[in-house]
């Protein structure tokens, strides 16, 4: 964006200024004034350890050590619908307190006993159905899979 901006000249440029406007701060506070412009409430982004969390939580782990080669995202959707994230009809109410965290990735290597991923509800019960989809959503291999690209290709 800075080098469209004609702010720089190339794209090393911009990122050496985006990581300097980073470390000083400069960038958080731009989003601040952004989110107020919008009739945002930045005490949620401000006091975020303030906020209200989910009663009931659960860290899976890994039960081997390995490579991430695959996650089932359809899983994970069908377990966040479980936990209340999503609904299964119309009338249900979707509990903004529910959610999943993703502690590993497709490619990241993993010991026995880290942390794959971990589930938040009010229910305790909800936790439980979700996991029965969550069963296997995890590849756990001996062998490193190939890095895939995020960015196929820069367009000038």
């Known amino acids: 964006m800075l080098k469209l901006g004609g702010k720089v ?3 090393d440029d911009g990122i050496i200024i985006a990581r300097e406007k980073l470390k000083d701060g400069s960038v958080y506070k731009k989003f601040l004034e952004i989110v107020e412009i919008q009739n945002g ?11 209200k969390r989910a009663k009931y939580s659960k860290a899976v782990k890994a039960d081997i050590s390995g490579y991430v080669s695959k996650i089932n995202a359809y899983k994970f959707g069908l ?19 529910a959610g999943i965290i993703l502690n590993k990735k497709s490619g990241n290597r993993v010991e026995k006993g880290d942390i794959l991923y971990t589930l938040f509800a009010e229910d305790e019960a909800k936790i439980l159905h979700a996991e029965k989809h969550l069963n296997k959503a ?10 895939r690209k995020l960015i196929l290709d820069i367009i000038y």
């Open 138 to 147: 995890f590849d756990i291999t001996n062998k490193a899979s190939e890095n």
């Open 41 to 51: 409430d930045i005490k949620y982004i401000n006091d975020w350890k303030d906020l």
């Open 79 to 97: 377990a966040s619908i479980e936990l209340g994230c999503g609904r299964k009809k119309v009338s249900d109410k979707i509990d903004y307190l």
């Open 9 to 11: 000249s190339g794209i």
